[in-house]
């Protein structure tokens, strides 16, 4: 995981937090007592609860690792309206008949009925710094996109 801060509404923040006390706690205690459990039922090799309970465990480790690491690395504020695109912002777009609303932040700070675009990514990268009126060309794998961009607003959560 590359060491660079994540930007966090305090809605998200306290949900990451939820989560990993949630993991840490219950979580653990819940995975050991189903691995002993499927120990007892004998032999390991073949012991197909004892697999699942085990890669269970290892992906509850994992996340509670990436949630570590993002806490650890959060800058938890609020959006700010500075007339241009940062990270935060919920861009309104036009593109071939296409409107797009895009919150620019990573993925920790989804919101229903809005689409995400992180900062390091294709269409963030070539949002950051725009004010509207402008259009903006960025490269994806599906081809060469050019948005105009309509409006901007701090998110709100």
């Given at each position: 995981m ?9 809605a998200?923040?306290a ?6 006390e949630e ?6 205690t ?5 691995i002993a ?9 073949e ?8 890669n269970?465990?290892?992906?509850m ?15 938890v504020?609020?959006?700010v309206d500075?007339g241009?695109?940062?990270v935060g912002?919920?861009?309104?777009v ?6 797009l ?14 689409q ?6 294709p ?8 004010q509207?009126?402008e259009?903006v ?9 050019t ?7 701090p998110?709100e959560g």
């Open positions: 590359a060491d660079e801060t994540t930007w966090l509404t305090p998200a923040h949900k990451l937090l939820e989560e990993f993991l840490t706690t219950t979580g653990r819940e995975i050991v007592e189903r459990e499927a120990r007892s039922h004998g032999d390991l090799k012991n197909g609860d004892y697999d699942a309970a085990k269970e465990q290892g992906m480790e994992a996340r509670i690792r990436q949630i570590r690491h993002l806490l650890d690395n959060a800058e504020r609020e959006a500075t241009k695109v940062e912002s919920i861009v309104t036009n593109g071939k008949d296409l409107t609303e895009v919150l620019v932040a990573g993925s920790e700070n989804r919101v229903s009925g809005v995400t675009a992180a900062p390091d990514g269409l963030g990268k070539a949002l950051l710094g725009a509207v009126g259009k060309t960025y490269e994806a794998p599906g081809g060469k996109f948005y105009t961009i309509e409006s901007i607003r998110f």
